[in-house]
């Protein structure tokens, strides 16, 4: 049975403060104050549906009824009726937000599908055969984030959606090679068979090597990792642009965040594409040099 309804009047209409690691920044001051909470909102939408999607030890039955509810709430608030009480800080905020930003509930349901597929994908054991299948998923589970933030800011031309599009999903595929080493054991695998298949790695050779095996990854494997970073990186080149016509702090915020994506794929390079053992991230001790080149960014642009 369902928890009852909670008033709408008891609900919180801001987000917490996001407390989990990220590899940008999120709704932080560079974004104009009017723009904070709703960012804000959408961010813990998302972080919490991936929670209910990961985290845990739910059996995937009961991940995916979370997640039915999840979304039986967003289609709530969005008709402009009252959530559940399961997740106030989640749908209190976000429902301020749609109402006075217009934001598309489409794009919210999106990333609710993405996380299903995840859930079933891992219940399975089942791959992506090819990139376009990757790509498939990142359009949902990645991109609506970026159409959000342009919706908020009044950007709606398709060279602008085109080139978040290219942001977002590089930042997906940036945060798979990154996470090797935490997916493989959790039966999460998003190298797709294509690709895997033309550096002559079988899905069980990944079995015998790091972390799931005691074997290191062979030549072939650190190649293939090799050859991922080199497709997020072109991605996030190709919507990099994006950047030079979005004005002010926007523009800023834009820019931490191309550099942040660019700053792991250089660290996963630095270990010699071997994140099947480590896990690099961002940190304090980056800030200065992606402040450097979130400059050079613009300074290039105007000459």
């Not at 059996?59 to 995916?64: H, I, K, N, V």
């Not at 608030?77 to 905020?93: C, D, E, N, T």
């Not at 999106?110 to 399975?124: C, E, N, P, V, Y």
């Not at 053992?277 to 961002?282: D, E, G, N």
Request: glycine share 6%; net charge neutral; aromatic share 8%.
């Amino acid at each position: 049975m369902s928890p009852p309804s909670e008033p709408a009047a008891t609900a919180p209409t801001l987000a917490p403060a996001p407390t989990h690691y990220e590899n940008f920044p999120v709704a932080s001051w560079l974004c104009p104050p009017r723009l904070r909470p709703p960012i804000a909102a959408i961010y813990v939408f998302a972080r919490t549906a991936d929670d209910i999607a990961d985290e845990g030890d739910a059996s995937p039955e009961q991940r995916l009824a979370d997640l039915r509810a999840f979304r039986a709430d967003l289609a709530a608030i969005a008709q402009g009726g009252a959530a559940s009480a399961r997740w106030p800080a989640v749908f209190g905020p976000l429902a301020h937000a749609m109402r006075a930003f217009a934001l598309p509930e489409a794009l919210l349901a999106d990333l609710l599908s993405a996380f299903i597929q995840d859930i079933g994908k891992t219940r399975d054991a089942a791959r992506y055969a090819d990139r376009d299948a990757l790509l498939d998923y990142c359009a949902r589970s990645a991109n609506p984030v970026g159409r959000l933030l342009l919706h908020l800011y009044d950007v709606h031309d398709a060279v602008a959606l085109a080139q978040s599009d290219a942001i977002c999903s590089a930042l997906q595929l940036i945060n798979f090679w990154q996470d090797l080493s935490v997916d493989l054991p959790r039966g999460r695998f998003y190298l797709p068979d294509a690709d895997c298949a033309d550096h002559g790695l079988a899905p069980a050779a990944f079995d015998a090597i790091r972390p799931r095996g005691d074997a290191p990854p062979p030549r072939e494997a650190l190649a293939l990792v090799a050859a991922e970073v080199a497709w997020a990186r072109a991605l996030m080149n190709q919507g990099a642009p994006l950047v030079h016509r979005l004005p002010g702090r926007m523009g800023w915020e834009l820019r931490l965040v191309v550099q942040g994506g660019l700053r792991i794929l250089d660290k996963i390079e630095a270990l010699g594409f071997d994140t099947f053992t480590q896990r690099p991230t961002v940190g304090k001790a980056d800030a200065p040099l992606l402040a450097w080149r979130a400059l050079r960014m613009r300074r290039q642009s105007t000459q």
